[in-house]
Structures are given as structure tokens and as C-alpha cells.
């Protein structure tokens, strides 16, 4: 089968071309946070899938056309894997042409492990929402190239391939549109709250049941209006790599995640999980020390290692004995409201493994759970208030051709049912302070606040 190319015009900024598509369902885009964001490379963008698989309450749906297939308290992933498997894998030099776009819910690990039933589910949104597209604009910033690509598996995409082209040559007029944060930005734990359950994870660090656990503190607010406008300034003050826009129909997913959890390219795998982070500040040598005071940090290096060695021993399940190494340890990023620690850790994928069993196998992400990761997720669910939904689940791409690139969903909002949702967290260990991990969250939560605070023109509070 051959692919379908078509060359387009290159711009520094891609949200132009996905503003196109911006207001359709299951438009969805991948965002590297260029031309601001120093790290990202590509950028996709896609819309109009030709299936849709969602989970919700234990039912997986397959809709495809008029066809529906349902799948009860079935493994999603193993349903997802099946589906994907009905296409060929044609290879091309390009990160993606048509595959799986979307989201896995942090709650899908419900599907993989036994976890209690404690905390409040206030979502109300699918714990995974997919579709499967059979073309996509790939914007390449290194190389200064956009393409519009297509495998052509959907007859309807081959005999529309003209106006699909002429969509995304034709000049361009954004539409004008608003986003109001329409009540003060309240949190599900204030500091007593935290406090509290900070104390209960540090003396189950005491007595033995884990190393390391992550908690976390959930943001709302009430809002109207259109979530792209509100994705587009997010962007503008917080670029990141790992950046994502979706327009599903149950919900809109605004992400600024720094972080890259699962890249598969071929058989080489990769992970980067963080670990450690100091704020950001506008006076340039307290910005340094800061930057400075985390890299040298003994306890931080510590709690990222601990990390590292849990997705070691989560992506061996899926790698070749012998091939997964840390290749780089406590690398320091800066991003525009925190700098990180950052490590790097790759392997090889075995024989007979695909991305999904990897990505099953890894889930959810062992940098936003703790250590060991069950019982850091049974702790998760009995101190947290409400489930965490997409945060701490992953976002991204797999491909037909059996690559993959997600990103770990954090510092990322939900918005749905007038809603805006966001969360902030940070790993706990024995030599925690409480004090500091709290401002952590406000420290990582900075950029959605300051998000809320322009759109609302008030300063969120404490509550």
C-alpha cells in the first residue's frame, strides 16, 4: 500500500493549522511547545477517526462506522492491541502516520491490579479515550518540514484526500473565540488537610509498606466557554515538550507535561521519568541557586533513583534480558515555572512485544505513584479525596507501524460539564519535609493557577 504525502507550508507555530480542525470532536493535537518551548521536535495533528474505543465502567467500546463491539470487564489495553493489530505495519520516516491518538486514565490500572473502592469518582469521563486515525499532519521543527501523511487504510480518507489537502493549504482566519473562569479556584486540601496525610504516608514509610509515595492535591474551578482559547495561552506562558490539546466529545484535555513516559521508535524504548524540582524564579541568581541547591540535592537524587530503578524493572518485562540501562541520571531541565531533575533509561524491545504490551506492563507510570508501586496506589487510593482520572495517566500516540510516544499526564487540565480540573503532587519519602512538599504542589500547580488567574482576572486562593 502506498502512502499518501502531501507537502505543506512550514510555520514556526502549528496552532494555526490545528485551529482548522480545533472545534471538531476527537480532534486531537500533539504538541512539542514550539516556537517557545526549547526540548520538542515534532508536532501531530489529526481529527476525523474513522474508530473510537472508549472505557468507561468497565465496558470498552469499539464504534467503527455503525459497527459497535463491546467488551465487558475486559483488559482495555488487550482490546486496543486487537484492534490495532487489523492493519499492517507499514514503516516510514516520519514519527506517526496513522494509529491510536489518546488518552489512558490513571484509573485504568483498576483493569490491572486489585485496588480499594475509597476514593470520591468525581470525573464522570471515560478512563480511556482513543481514536484511530488514518492520517495526520506532522509538523518537523528541526527539519523545518510539515507534511499531511496517510496509510489510506479508510477508503473515505483516500477519496477525500483533495479536500483534506485543500483544508490544510487554504489561507487560514482564526475564529475569534472566549474561556472564563467564572468562580475562585478551590482545592480539595488545604494545608491542614495535606498535612495530615502527609503524617500517614511518612508512618507507613516508617513501618515498612513503601519507600516512596505521591501525593497529590485536586484544583477546580467553574468555567465557560471554549477550551482551546484557554490551551492557547497555556501554551504561550508554560511551553513543554510533551504538550496536548483534544477535543473529545465527553471532554476537552489542555496538557503541559514535561515529562515523556514511554517512546518506542523500531524496538528501541525509552523513558524519562522526573524526580526532583525547584521553582523558577524572575531574579537570575535566585533562579540559578535554586537550579544549583536541586542538583546537588543528596535527597532528591535519591528519590529519583529509586524511580529509575522501579522503570528498569517495569520495562524489562517487555525488553530483551540484558538491554535496558540508565543512560543518563539527575540531568537538569528548566522549564518556565520549575526546573527538574530529569534521568533517562532505555532497553530493547524483545521479540514478539509490542508497544502496548509495554505500555500495559509500565502502568501507570511508577514517577507519579511511588515505591513499591501497588502498595504506593493502594496508599494513593485511601488518602487522596478524588481519583485522579487522566492525571498521572498517560497521553500520546501508537502508531500503526508499532511505535509509540507518550507523555506522564501531568500538569494537565480536564475540562468538562463547565468544569476545569487540574492536579499538582509530589513524591514523598522518609526525609520529607512537610512544608516543602506542600509548596511543591502550588510550585508545580503555578502555570495552571496563573492559567485560571488570566482568564478569570483573580488570584486563586488557598481553600
Given at each position: 500500500?502506498?502512502l499518501?504525502?502531501?507537502?505543506?507550508?512550514?510555520?514556526?507555530?502549528s496552532?494555526?493549522?490545528?485551529?482548522?480542525?480545533?472545534?471538531?470532536?476527537?480532534?486531537?493535537?500533539?504538541?512539542?511547545?514550539?516556537?517557545?518551548?526549547?526540548?520538542?521536535?515534532?508536532?501531530?495533528?489529526?481529527?476525523?477517526?474513522?474508530?473510537?474505543?472508549?472505557?468507561?465502567?468497565?465496558?470498552?467500546?469499539?464504534?467503527?462506522?455503525?459497527?459497535?463491539?463491546?467488551?465487558?470487564?475486559?483488559?482495555?489495553?488487550?482490546?486496543?492491541?486487537?484492534?490495532?493489530?487489523?492493519?499492517?505495519?507499514?514503516s516510514?520516516?516520519?514519527?506517526?502516520?496513522?494509529?491510536?491518538?489518546?488518552?489512558?486514565?490513571?484509573?485504568?490500572?483498576?483493569?490491572?491490579?486489585?485496588?480499594?473502592?475509597?476514593?470520591?469518582?468525581?470525573?464522570?469521563?471515560?478512563?480511556?479515550?482513543?481514536?484511530?486515525?488514518?492520517?495526520?499532519?506532522?509538523?518537523?521543527?528541526?527539519?523545518?518540514?510539515?507534511?499531511?501523511?496517510?496509510?489510506?487504510?479508510?477508503?473515505s480518507?483516500?477519496?477525500?484526500?483533495?479536500?483534506?489537502?485543500?483544508?490544510?493549504?487554504?489561507?487560514?482566519q482564526?475564529?475569534?473565540?472566549?474561556?472564563?473562569?467564572?468562580?475562585?479556584?478551590?482545592?480539595?486540601?488545604?494545608?491542614?488537610?495535606?498535612?495530615?496525610?502527609?503524617?500517614?504516608?511518612?508512618?507507613?514509610?516508617?513501618?515498612?509498606?513503601?519507600?516512596?509515595?505521591?501525593?497529590?492535591?485536586?484544583?477546580?474551578?467553574?468555567?465557560?466557554?471554549?477550551?482551546?482559547?484557554?490551551?492557547?495561552?497555556?501554551?504561550?506562558?508554560?511551553?513543554?515538550?510533551?504538550?496536548?490539546?483534544?477535543?473529545?466529545?465527553?471532554?476537552?484535555?489542555?496538557?503541559?507535561?514535561?515529562?515523556?513516559?514511554?517512546?518506542?521508535?523500531?524496538?528501541?524504548?525509552?523513558?524519562?521519568?522526573?524526580?526532583?524540582?525547584?521553582?523558577?524564579?524572575?531574579?537570575?541568581?535566585?533562579?540559578?541557586n535554586?537550579?544549583?541547591?536541586?542538583?546537588?540535592?543528596?535527597?532528591?537524587r535519591?528519590?529519583?533513583?529509586?524511580?529509575?530503578?522501579?522503570?528498569?524493572?517495569d520495562?524489562?518485562?517487555?525488553?530483551?534480558?540484558?538491554?535496558?540501562?540508565?543512560?543518563?541520571?539527575?540531568?537538569?531541565?528548566?522549564?518556565?515555572?520549575?526546573?527538574?531533575?530529569?534521568?533517562?533509561?532505555?532497553?530493547?524491545?524483545?521479540?514478539?512485544?509490542?508497544?502496548?504490551?509495554?505500555?500495559?506492563?509500565?502502568?501507570p507510570?511508577?514517577?507519579?505513584?511511588?515505591?513499591?508501586?501497588?502498595?504506593?496506589?493502594?496508599?494513593?487510593?485511601?488518602?487522596?479525596?478524588?481519583?485522579?482520572?487522566?492525571?498521572?495517566?498517560?497521553?500520546?500516540?501508537?502508531?500503526?507501524?508499532?511505535?509509540?510516544?507518550?507523555?506522564?499526564?501531568?500538569?494537565t487540565?480536564?475540562?468538562?460539564?463547565?468544569?476545569?480540573?487540574?492536579?499538582?503532587?509530589?513524591?514523598?519519602?522518609?526525609?520529607?519535609?512537610?512544608?516543602?512538599?506542600y509548596?511543591?504542589?502550588?510550585?508545580?500547580?503555578?502555570?495552571?493557577l496563573?492559567?485560571?488567574?488570566?482568564?478569570?482576572?483573580?488570584?486563586?486562593?488557598?481553600?
Amino acid at each position: 500500500m502506498r502512502l499518501l504525502r502531501q507537502s505543506l507550508d512550514y510555520h514556526p507555530d502549528s496552532s494555526a493549522l490545528f485551529g482548522r480542525i480545533a472545534h471538531e470532536d476527537w480532534a486531537v493535537f500533539l504538541d512539542s511547545g514550539k516556537p517557545l518551548g526549547q526540548y520538542g521536535r515534532y508536532d501531530i495533528i489529526t481529527g476525523r477517526p474513522f474508530i473510537t474505543i472508549t472505557t468507561q465502567a468497565g465496558m470498552t467500546t469499539v464504534q467503527h462506522g455503525a459497527e459497535q463491539r463491546q467488551f465487558t470487564r475486559q483488559d482495555p489495553f488487550e482490546v486496543l492491541k486487537s484492534v490495532l493489530a487489523e492493519y499492517p505495519p507499514l514503516s516510514a520516516d516520519l514519527p506517526f502516520c496513522g494509529g491510536a491518538i489518546g488518552y489512558f486514565g490513571y484509573d485504568l490500572g483498576r483493569y490491572l491490579e486489585k485496588l480499594p473502592d475509597t476514593a470520591l469518582d468525581a470525573e464522570g469521563i471515560p478512563e480511556m479515550c482513543l481514536g484511530i486515525y488514518d492520517w495526520a499532519v506532522i509538523v518537523d521543527h528541526r527539519e523545518q518540514r510539515t507534511s499531511l501523511v496517510s496509510y489510506g487504510y479508510d477508503e473515505s480518507t483516500r477519496a477525500g484526500w483533495a479536500k483534506l489537502c485543500d483544508l490544510f493549504e487554504a489561507p487560514y482566519q482564526a475564529v475569534a473565540a472566549e474561556f472564563r473562569v467564572v468562580s475562585a479556584v478551590s482545592s480539595n486540601l488545604d494545608e491542614a488537610g495535606y498535612a495530615g496525610r502527609f503524617e500517614h504516608v511518612k508512618r507507613y514509610i516508617t513501618e515498612g509498606d513503601c519507600y516512596q509515595v505521591n501525593l497529590a492535591q485536586r484544583f477546580s474551578a467553574q468555567a465557560q466557554g471554549d477550551a482551546w482559547a484557554a490551551y492557547l495561552h497555556l501554551r504561550r506562558i508554560s511551553p513543554a515538550p510533551f504538550m496536548a490539546f483534544m477535543n473529545f466529545p465527553q471532554c476537552q484535555l489542555l496538557s503541559g507535561s514535561p515529562e515523556r513516559f514511554l517512546q518506542v521508535s523500531g524496538r528501541h524504548v525509552e523513558t524519562r521519568p522526573i524526580k526532583g524540582t525547584r521553582p523558577r524564579s524572575k531574579d537570575a541568581d535566585e533562579d540559578e541557586n535554586n537550579a544549583r541547591d536541586l542538583k546537588a540535592s543528596l535527597k532528591d537524587r535519591a528519590e529519583n533513583l529509586m524511580i529509575v530503578d522501579l522503570l528498569r524493572n517495569d520495562i524489562s518485562k517487555s525488553c530483551e534480558v540484558g538491554s535496558v540501562q540508565a543512560d543518563r541520571l539527575f540531568a537538569l531541565e528548566s522549564f518556565a515555572n520549575v526546573h527538574h531533575l530529569v534521568s533517562t533509561v532505555t532497553g530493547r524491545l524483545a521479540e514478539g512485544k509490542t508497544a502496548v504490551d509495554l505500555l500495559r506492563g509500565c502502568f501507570p507510570g511508577g514517577s507519579i505513584t511511588g515505591a513499591p508501586k501497588l502498595r504506593a496506589m493502594e496508599i494513593i487510593e485511601e488518602l487522596e479525596p478524588h481519583r485522579r482520572g487522566i492525571y498521572c495517566g498517560a497521553i500520546g500516540y501508537i502508531g500503526f507501524d508499532g511505535n509509540m510516544d507518550t507523555n506522564i499526564a501531568i500538569r494537565t487540565a480536564i475540562y468538562s460539564n463547565n468544569e476545569i480540573r487540574f492536579w499538582a503532587g509530589g513524591g514523598i519519602v522518609a526525609d520529607s519535609e512537610m512544608q516543602k512538599e506542600y509548596r511543591e504542589t502550588w510550585d508545580k500547580a503555578s502555570s495552571m493557577l496563573q492559567l485560571m488567574q488570566y482568564f478569570s482576572g483573580e488570584s486563586a486562593e488557598k481553600k
